[in-house]
């Protein structure tokens, strides 16, 4: 999520990154937060900070696979209602399975698809060139749906 805002500011993209404080934060997670304020992008662990005009569009990356937990902590909550107050469409990064508490108009999925949930949106697959040998070691015989396009949609709203 954080990568995704250091790009759209570097395209000046006015970008908000919220990231609730952790005592403990992933080495990756730091070194894109330190590559993101070189943009001059906003970034607050405060809800209320976050931005009170309209907005064109929310990335959701709050929710994951990994910490199903999350959506338990008071920041998380309060985030959730922000966005979902928000008339912005929602765009959710590799949400988890069942979805996430954030209404979401759009999920992008990674590397392979996941069977998501109807509360996901319209689902695209994002092509991350993952080498062929990776799944090769993991024991998925892997053929790439891609061709030339870099992102595709699996499942579409009607």
Known sequence: GVNCARHLAMHNVGVTVFAPNFVK????????MQLFQLTGGKKTSNTKELPSQPIDMIINCLDNHENI????????????????????????I?????????????????CLPLALSERCGQVY?????????????VG??????????FCIALRCDS
């Not at 949400?95 to 508490?101: A, L």
């Open 25 to 32: 934060v992933l080495q990756d997670l730091q070194t894109e």
């Open 69 to 92: 937990c999350l959506k338990d902590q008071a920041w998380h909550k309060q985030a959730v209602a922000w966005a979902n107050q928000n008339k912005a469409p929602v765009l959710a």
């Open 94 to 110: 590799d949400p988890p399975v069942t979805g996430s508490p954030v209404d979401t108009r759009w999920s992008l999925s990674i």
């Open 125 to 137: 697959l994002c092509d991350l060139a993952v080498p062929k040998s990776i799944f090769k070691m």
């Open 140 to 149: 998925i015989n892997y053929c790439s749906p891609f061709g030339h396009k």
